[in-house]
């Protein structure tokens, strides 16, 4: 099936600097990439969604400056998060859907973020 | 508006069913899924089922569809430790300007399997 490979994995960073976290689909085109935000025993919620190049659609209340998204290839979307603060301390997961829509979404393996 | 409900939490003894529940909003939705989360991991799919569908049944996994009441379920016969878990129902509305649409999820259903 098709698989989309997230890194890292885990990251601990400090406050000021910038993040980067990759998706990377391996063996299909991904047009469409979703970057959920997890919190601690809570749902995923949705942070935007980008497309290959073009700019990303961010939810509301989500800072396009902050959460910097590129999707320059049909495999490779990126989420920066920059000028990262304890409170971006999150799990973070991608998504994109699979080549066969019927069988729903590919999920990343999430990359846990902690800002100290 | 957009809503996925489910109970937070099940605990099953190893070998019975568990039966996970899940209500949502949106009629239009065209698939339903349900995802399984192990600790620190991404979302991995377990089935789905399409909206003109009542039942479907793959292995060990059963999900029953209410339309009228929007009500999904999900069951698992004999279940076993390693079903330990969090399970996301979500639904799918259509996006009728074409593209991908984002998936709406409830908030997670964490089943605890105990001997």
């Known amino acids: 099936g098709a698989v989309v490979s997230q890194h890292p994995s885990r990251v601990i960073c400090k406050s000021g600097t910038s993040v980067k976290i990759e998706c990377r689909s391996l063996?299909?085109?991904?047009?469409?990439m979703f970057w959920y935000r997890q919190f601690p025993k809570k749902s995923l919620m949705l942070m935007a969604t980008?497309?290959?190049?073009?700019?990303?659609?961010?939810e509301q209340g989500v800072e396009k400056d902050k959460f910097l998204i590129n999707h320059a290839s049909l495999t490779l979307s990126t989420l920066t998060v920059t000028s990262a603060h304890p409170e971006d301390s999150s799990f973070y997961i991608c998504?994109?859907?699979?080549?066969?829509?019927?069988?729903?979404?590919?999920f990343g393996s999430g990359t846990r973020l902690t800002v100290v | 508006g957009e809503d996925v409900e489910q109970s937070l939490f099940l605990s099953v003894r190893e070998g019975d069913s568990s039966v996970i529940n899940c209500t949502y909003t949106?009629?239009?939705?065209?698939?339903l899924y349900w995802y399984k989360q192990e600790p620190g991991a991404g979302l991995q799919l377990l089935t789905y089922?399409?909206?003109?569908?009542d039942m479907k049944q793959d292995q060990r996994l059963t999900v029953l569809l209410n339309k009228k009441d929007k009500h999904l379920s999900l069951r698992i016969a004999d279940t076993q430790t390693g079903d330990s878990a969090i399970y996301f129902c979500?639904?799918?509305?259509?996006?009728?300007?074409?593209?991908?649409?984002?998936?709406?999820f409830g908030a997670g259903t964490r089943l605890a399997v105990h001997p």
């Open positions: 998504s994109a859907p699979d080549s066969n829509y019927n069988y729903g979404y590919t």
């Open positions: 089922i399409f909206s003109n569908m």
């Open positions: 949106d009629s239009s939705s065209t698939y």
């Open positions: 980008s497309n290959e190049g073009s700019k990303a659609t961010y």
């Open positions: 979500a639904e799918s509305p259509p996006m009728f300007s074409g593209g991908y649409n984002k998936l709406i």
């Open positions: 063996d299909f085109q991904a047009t469409t």
